[in-house]
């Protein structure tokens, strides 16, 4: 059973170029969610997806931030016009979604975006 | 505003003895707590949870500590091996209210275990 696959692994932008960050989740999970960590920091939460739908996008930023997960395909993180602020470790996890609460969270190894 | 707190940033331990890694919480209503572990460069993983209807939850060497009138919650591993040696990350989350689902996360503690 894969677990969550995430892609590139690593990316390097120029400021003012957009970056995507792809993420599909494990088998069976119907919910996606994307943490940012920047150095010597634990993970913030920014996005909470389902299919087709965003949960929560409260801990994105309101500009140049966007995400999806579609009815068919991964989820995709789109980050416009980067600047060197941007650069960190973006993960992606999925869970089942479970009602009462103790859903378990599974992460993907992370996409390593550098902004030059 | 750090709802989730581990105080030590690191912590070194000698194999085969006890490690204690600790994490204290401000948010009343966070009701499931999870402990990832992660090395550099990879995505954490999953180790042990705990509700907040118990107080101890155990699978293999982990141990996870519950004390919720304290908020506080901590992590045993026993007997502490070198492959432990990684950040451990305590989180928590609540089912209740327009934060549902989201995990929030301390800065993490550092193991190392030395032969």
């Known amino acids: 059973n894969a677990g969550v696959m995430q892609n590139p692994r690593h990316l390097v932008r120029r400021r003012g170029q957009e970056a995507r960050l792809r993420c599909s989740p494990m088998k069976g999970h119907s919910h996606v969610y994307w943490y940012r960590q920047l150095p010597e920091e634990g993970l913030k939460f920014m996005v909470y997806l389902q299919k087709e739908n965003i949960i929560d996008e409260s801990g994105m930023p309101k500009e140049r931030f966007s995400a999806e997960f579609p009815k068919e395909g991964p989820s995709i993180l789109r980050i416009q016009q980067v600047v060197r602020g941007d650069s960190a470790a973006y993960f992606c996890?999925?869970?089942?979604?479970?009602?009462?609460?103790?859903?378990?969270?599974?992460f993907g190894p992370g996409t390593r975006l550098t902004v030059l | 505003d750090q709802q989730v707190k581990q105080n030590s940033p690191s912590l070194s331990v000698q194999e085969g003895r006890i490690s204690i890694l600790n994490c204290d919480y401000t948010n009343s209503m966070f009701d499931y707590f999870l402990w990832y572990k992660k090395y550099p460069a990879e995505g954490p993983t999953f180790l042990i949870s705990?509700?907040?209807?118990?107080d101890k939850n155990e699978d293999g060497r982990f141990t996870v500590f519950l004390n919720k009138s304290a908020k506080h919650l901590s992590l045993h591993i026993v007997p502490s091996q070198p492959g432990d040696s990684a950040v451990y990350f305590c989180?928590?989350?609540?089912?209740?209210?327009?934060?549902?689902?989201?995990?929030?996360f301390g800065r993490g503690t550092q193991l190392t275990v030395w032969p």
């Open positions: 705990i509700s907040s209807i118990k």
């Open positions: 996890a999925s869970s089942r979604g479970l009602a009462e609460g103790t859903d378990t969270q599974y």
């Open positions: 989180a928590a989350s609540s089912d209740r209210g327009s934060t549902l689902g989201r995990l929030y």
